[in-house]
């Protein structure tokens, strides 16, 4: 017994090292972050942990004011909190967070297998597959979902269907909960799960259960998990709820996501998770995927008599639940979508969900078919390291592929100066939640750099339920309205405290080629399109013009559904230093600026 739990502790060891070194090859380099800073999502969530940092509601929104996070609150709070206990740049708080949730994450994929396969080799395994370096550093509240609480979320699972007891109800109601304030489609995920657990352990497994007293006792500790669970989600699920009553923003979830709605991309999705799941044999790591998932498949359902198969996965009936449940989430969309006009993102739920129980099958299917080479005396533990040392060499080239990538190089960059410098003016001269009227990519990474608020800024990264149009048109009020009243009437109301001018005002919304040539917009102020609209941009001299097409820049393709907009034209510009209504000129005080070659690239206002 000793030298197995020495085993264990070498095994688990091991791993924790190996990704740990990882992380700080992957890290280390890096001045930024690996991603954009006009509207790449890692900035977007450097915003929230600033946020935070700097002493605003780790429940609001951390880029508007009186609105919800949209990226949920556990990664921002507890990254947010380390870089303001120990007083460091937001960025390395998120580096530091990221060995927390590594070593979390090996820890708990590494234990939930060896529960269901009982073997320390196959627990490598699935950590080796399930970990990889593109999460890495971990620097998203999806990530956070994906390798932490998701994974402990089926271990708890497990526990609790083999002993449905208070203790294993009190952990499950808080991971589930706190996956409720962590990603709302996780928390989705982790809901429909817990619904089949339900059906399928308390009901369908006692159909001949009679006695009324003993199926009330068979239900309360499905009740506890409920209620604690529900209790913490509410922290972010309350206004969604009985507020907003599940009604989001204008066309929230038609915008912001491929157009669910067409049978073509249905099936076209459908084919796409089987072909990723077992068919993809495009390099070593999804070649060795890909056959041992198929394995497991047959495993769980075809040879159902393979005698040392239970032995090793006592807990087939378990990963039959898992892997059956899950699909029927990923492709509820067939009914609801075409049903009821609704859907839970299927592709972010294969990601949260799906995954997971997918690692757990192409482990079970390498547990599968040692029991076909058993008869050669191979002993499973040379049979498995083979395997581990080809995953290790998977992951050596999947790192080299990060290092590779375009965005990672970027992080190896500092922050633009200009920008640096105006987070020095903003954390010592304003507070978190003062706002700042600038153009919505600008306003991005002001918000990313500094946490501080802003009056319209990408819709994607909005609280779903907050009406963006209301904001869009009090933004091209403000900046170009003929109507000084209407101005200073909406600058009042939402509270706007500076105006950030730089050289990339005009380029962040229109692109133009090097004559001057109007070439399309990029991430201009717009509008869901209505007559009324026309009508109030025409009585308050905003010139615009109306389009069919996508809503936002990042996300355009056959695939996404197109709409009728309203945009607020380039014409309105004034110049390209001052783009905004003459209007504005006498309100404006400058508090900081920055200089290059005797030119000032970026202009601070404070709004008098």
Not at 311 to 319: D, L, R, S, Y
Not at 343 to 351: K, L, S, T
Request: proline share 4%.
């Amino acid at each position: 017994m000793h030298s197995e739990k020495k085993l264990t502790y070498g095994i688990l060891a091991g791993l924790l090292v190996f990704f740990l070194v990882m992380h700080f090859m992957i890290s280390n380099p890096l001045h930024s972050l690996p991603s954009p800073i006009y509207g790449g999502d890692l900035y977007y969530q450097l915003g929230a942990t600033n946020h935070v940092k700097y002493g605003g509601n780790p429940l609001s929104s951390p880029n508007t004011l009186g609105s919800l996070p949209v990226y949920m609150v556990t990664y921002s709070t507890a990254a947010g909190i380390i870089a303001k206990i120990a007083n460091i740049d937001a960025i390395t708080a998120e580096f530091f967070f990221s060995y927390i949730i590594i070593i979390l994450s090996v820890v708990i994929v590494f234990f939930l297998a060896k529960k269901i396969f009982n073997d320390d080799f196959l627990a490598a395994i699935a950590v080796l597959g399930f970990i990889l370096p593109d999460y890495i550093p971990v620097m998203k509240y999806r990530t956070l979902a994906y390798l932490v609480l998701m994974p402990l979320l089926l271990l708890l699972v497990y526990n609790f269907v083999n002993k449905t007891s208070i203790k294993n109800s009190l952990f499950l109601g808080i991971i589930y909960g706190v996956i409720g304030i962590t990603h709302n489609l996780a928390f989705m995920g982790a809901t429909f799960l817990l619904a089949a657990v339900f059906i399928y352990y308390a009901l369908i497994k006692n159909l001949k259960t009679k006695n009324l007293a003993e199926l009330k006792k068979q239900i309360l500790p499905y009740a506890v998990v409920l209620v604690i669970g529900i209790l913490i989600a509410l922290l972010w699920w309350f206004k969604p709820i009985f507020i907003y009553h599940g009604q989001t923003s204008a066309h929230y979830t038609e915008w912001n996501n491929v157009d669910w709605g067409s049978i073509g991309y249905q099936f076209k999705f459908f084919w796409k998770i089987i072909y990723e799941s077992f068919l993809r044999f495009t390099g070593l790591r999804l070649a060795i995927v890909s056959i041992f998932s198929i394995l497991g498949l047959a495993g769980l359902f075809l040879l159902k008599d393979a005698p040392d198969v239970q032995e090793k996965a006592t807990k087939n009936n378990f990963m039959k639940f898992l892997f059956v449940s899950s699909i029927i989430i990923i492709f509820s969309y067939f009914i609801t979508q075409n049903f009821f006009h609704f859907n839970i993102i299927p592709d972010i739920m294969a990601q949260v969900l799906f995954l997971p129980v997918m690692v757990l099958l192409f482990v079970y299917g390498i547990s599968f078919s040692w029991h076909f080479l058993k008869k050669t005396k191979i002993d499973s533990r040379i049979y498995f390291s083979i395997i581990i040392v080809l995953l290790l060499a998977a992951q050596v080239l999947a790192y080299n592929e990060r290092i590779d990538s375009k965005w990672y190089q970027a992080g190896k960059q500092e922050i633009p100066e200009y920008f640096a410098s105006l987070k020095e003016y903003l954390v010592e001269n304003s507070d978190v939640n003062d706002v700042i009227l600038t153009t919505k990519e600008n306003g991005f990474a002001i918000n990313a750099v500094t946490g501080r608020k802003l009056l319209d800024s990408r819709r994607a990264h909005n609280d779903p339920f907050l009406d963006m149009d209301e904001r869009e048109l009090a933004q091209a009020v403000i900046l170009y309205s003929n109507n000084s009243a209407l101005r200073t009437e909406l600058i009042k109301k939402y509270d706007v405290k500076y105006l950030y001018w730089d050289f990339f005002w005009i380029q962040s919304e229109y692109q133009f080629d090097e004559k001057g040539n109007l070439l399309g917009p990029f991430d201009p102020i717009i509008l869901f399109h209505s007559s009324d609209r026309e009508k109030f941009l025409q009585n308050n001299g905003i010139k615009y013009f109306v389009d069919t097409t996508w809503v936002d820049p990042a996300i355009r393709g056959d695939d996404v559904k197109k709409f009728k907009l309203i945009f607020i034209s380039p014409e309105n510009y004034r110049d390209s230093a001052t783009p905004w209504n003459p209007d504005l000129d006498s309100r404006l005080a400058e508090v900081w600026s920055y200089d290059a070659e005797g030119q000032k690239l970026a202009k601070l206002f404070k709004l008098n």
